[in-house]
């Protein structure tokens, strides 16, 4: 019965998930997991009479792609000896309340969007009841988490932990600290998904944004009576020069076919006039470090320079670059900030 209603949790959560394959993950999202498994306590009999289920359902969050925390609560059984000297074991009934501290290694060698597996470390601190003794213990862990992405939303984890807790945990009062591993199998799906537009481009997203306000009547009142239309007579045009907008995912140097075709459609704008191109790169704080992120601004704005020489034909005198890292945010939004902008000047 226990393992059909495991069973049955994973299989809403992968039903969820097929649900979910059209949705954009937001960066560093908050997430919920949930698991089932064995536990193992430390003893001086058989291994194999020491080992009971397990489960757990964890909330927390990502702060950035290295740390993160989050909130567990853990438990089942227990079993311990019936005594110092007894070869059998006993059961008993118990919970925790745990915060975990999260630290990604694998992000943390190299921060990437696109990898299939990752491996965390965590530790924690926390509170545990033994429902059979009536017996209190602060509890303090330490483990690993391995996840395979399964998806954008969902990912397969396996998480083993050693936990401490007090002397009479298993009911025995020996003299040292009670241990027990857990093994656990189960789910991790991240909250915060906004929907992608099928049918929009990321150019025709920026567009959405600008618009050109056109002049309102002045509207004249006359005596407190008689209302007269003044219309603004239009200036003569004064020329302006196109600007593009080229935007990376996270972690990326890449420039898509999208945004490739931004770079052509600002060339055929620019229709062979004599200017310059200015190149600035960016990136967003909330993504890697300070150095880090310079590099990705280097990066892009070079991509971007070395398309409009190669690609579209301009001379390599007549483009300039720049770099700013994250230490300017152009857009308020933090994931457009992921860009290099390309200004056009009058020679």
């Known amino acids: 019965m226990k393992m059909k209603l495991f069973a049955a949790a994973a299989a809403l959560l992968i039903a969820g998930a097929a649900n979910a394959q059209e949705k954009e993950i937001k960066e560093n999202p908050w997430f919920v ?41 853990q438990g089942w059984e227990g079993r311990g000896p019936k005594s110092a000297d007894s070869e059998l074991a006993k059961d008993f009934y118990q919970g925790s309340i745990i915060a975990d501290g999260l630290a990604n290694l694998s992000q943390a060698i190299k921060t990437s969007d696109s990898r299939v597996f990752d491996l965390s470390a965590l530790l924690g601190l926390g509170f545990n009841r033994n429902f059979s003794y009536g017996e209190n213990s602060l509890l303090g862990r330490v483990g690993l988490i391995g996840q395979f992405k ?38 991790t799906y991240r909250i915060g998904t906004g929907h992608k537009c099928g049918n929009c481009t990321p150019l025709e997203v920026i567009n959405d944004d600008i618009c050109c306000e056109k002049p309102e009547p002045e509207v004249v009142t006359v005596h407190d009576t008689v209302i007269v239309e ?27 076919a999208d945004e490739d075709a931004v770079i052509r459609q600002l060339i055929k704008d620019v229709n062979n006039r004599p200017v ?30 070395a398309a409009l020489n190669e690609k579209y034909g301009v001379d390599k005198a007549d483009i300039k670059t720049e770099w700013k890292g994250d230490t300017v945010q152009p857009f308020a939004e933090n994931d457009r900030n992921r860009v290099a902008i390309i200004t056009v000047e009058k020679k």
Request: proline content about 4%; charged content about 20%.
């Open 276 to 305: 310059y191109y200015i190149v600035v790169g960016y990136a967003d704080k909330k993504t890697g470090n300070p150095t880090i992120n310079m590099k990705y601004a280097k990066d892009r704005a070079e991509r971007v320079a």
């Open 230 to 256: 003044k219309i603004v007579e239009a200036q003569p045009a004064i020329e302006s020069l196109p600007s593009a907008n080229v935007f990376f995912s996270r972690a990326k140097s890449d420039i898509s």
């Open 33 to 73: 997991s949930a698991q089932g498994g064995a536990s193992v306590a430390t003893g001086d009999i058989d291994f194999g009479k020491l080992i009971s289920p397990q489960a757990s359902v964890s909330f927390g969050k990502y702060f950035n792609p290295v740390w993160g925390a989050r909130l567990t609560v």
């Open 150 to 187: 399964v998806s954008k939303v969902l990912s397969l984890d396996i998480e083993a932990t050693l936990n401490g807790v007090s002397d009479r945990w298993n009911g025995l009062d020996d003299h040292k600290i009670d241990l027990f591993t857990n093994v656990g199998i189960g789910f």
